[in-house]
């Protein structure tokens, strides 16, 4: 599986982006999401998507982003919104097979996206 991430690039707070994440290859995977990596931070789990359409949230984005497929196994999309400088970090998109997405259970990640957000 590939996974090709775009849609990273610099707003100001308050402002939206979108992320996009195609998926493609051997469709053994049935869940995919985004991770994020802020400078001198662990890499953490942002949203998560299953084959099913159930999706889930770090709290610190509640509210604000929301995480979307379009097709069973082809593109996967992050709208952000109200975007504030401390989301400021390289997204990156993951896929798996094990239904969930925690670090452990990544099976494939895409090249990062970077995403600035000024104050």
């Known amino acids: 599986v590939q996974l090709q991430a775009s849609g990273g690039g610099l707003v100001q707070a308050g402002e939206s982006l979108r992320l996009s994440c195609a998926a493609s290859g051997s469709f053994s995977i049935n869940v995919m999401g985004w991770y994020r990596q802020a400078p001198g931070k662990q890499r953490e789990l942002v949203a998560t998507?299953?084959?099913?359409?159930?999706?889930k949230y770090v709290d610190l984005v509640k509210g604000r982003f929301t995480i979307s497929r379009d097709g069973p196994k082809s593109t996967v999309y992050l709208q952000m919104n109200s975007l504030k400088p401390e989301d400021t970090a390289v997204y990156y998109c993951a896929a798996g097979s094990k239904g969930v997405l925690f670090l452990g259970a990544v099976d494939y990640w895409g090249k990062g996206t970077q995403v600035t957000v000024s104050s």
């Open positions: 998507i299953t084959n099913s359409g159930s999706t």
